[in-house]
């Protein structure tokens, strides 16, 4: 990584963050208004995550869940997550406005534009995977390179390993390339998985089971 590229995506990650918080606030208000309308609870959901060097710090998000929903916990790693996510708290995680308030973490200097997405405080496997390829030693993003090649569908040693690459290749080219891929991810909702997904040979089994059931 070279000093002069770290020192131009921290002066942009500040800059951007900023016009875009400043851009959107009329909206984030909007959004906060029809969150307090639909459910009980903070407009904002606030996560203990792992930062640069594995310093801890807090993620923001508008809050797409109820309050009673089971925290630091990876929402595809719920059971019935579907039952927990509020009606217009499903169209932000779709279209992925719920993590516009990030934006506050990158201007606090927590997180970059680009970059692996934060782990969270308990995900021990994916943090001793990302250290294998240093990926812990750079600011989380806001969508990274894992994030673009499959997200919540990924194993954690392949999302380690993308996240190795992004370390590997950093620069404002590569930055850029990522940036619109995840503006077509989000576009087709590519990636996003809600609650806990059988593999195929344990569909396969629930499956034969219940033929066997029937007959």
């Given at each position: 990584m070279e000093k002069a590229y770290i020192i131009l995506k921290?002066?942009?990650?500040?800059?951007?963050?900023?016009v875009a918080l400043i851009i959107l606030l009329p909206f984030f208000i909007i959004f906060a208004i029809i969150i307090k309308l639909e459910s009980k609870g903070p407009v904002f959901f606030k996560q203990k995550r792992v930062g640069k060097n594995k310093k801890f710090f807090y993620i923001y998000k508008f809050r797409s869940m109820r309050s009673d929903t089971p925290k630091d916990m990876p929402t595809h790693m719920l059971n019935n997550a579907e039952s927990y996510i509020t009606k217009f708290g499903?169209?932000?995680r779709k279209t992925s406005i719920d993590e516009l308030p990030?934006?506050?973490?990158?201007?606090?200097?927590?997180?970059?534009?680009?970059?692996?997405?934060?782990?969270?405080?308990?995900?021990?496997?994916?943090?001793?995977?990302?250290?294998?390829?240093h990926a812990n030693d750079v600011l989380p993003g806001l969508?990274?390179?894992?994030?673009?090649?499959?997200?919540?569908?990924?194993?954690?040693?392949?999302?380690?390993?993308?996240?190795?690459?992004?370390?590997?290749?950093?620069s404002l080219l590569f930055d850029i390339k990522i940036f619109f891929k995840t503006i077509i991810n989000v576009f087709k909702h590519e990636g996003i998985v809600e609650g806990k997904q059988e593999n195929k040979?344990?569909?396969?089994?629930?499956e034969e089971n219940s033929n066997n059931r029937k007959k």
């Open positions: 921290t002066v942009l990650d500040r800059f951007l963050s900023l499903g169209f932000m990030q934006i506050i973490n990158i201007l606090k200097g927590d997180m970059s534009i680009i970059g692996p997405r934060p782990a969270l405080w308990n995900q021990d496997d994916l943090i001793a995977e990302r250290e294998k390829y969508t990274g390179w894992a994030q673009v090649n499959g997200r919540d569908e990924l194993p954690i040693p392949i999302k380690a390993k993308f996240d190795g690459e992004y370390v590997e290749k950093m040979e344990e569909k396969k089994e629930i």
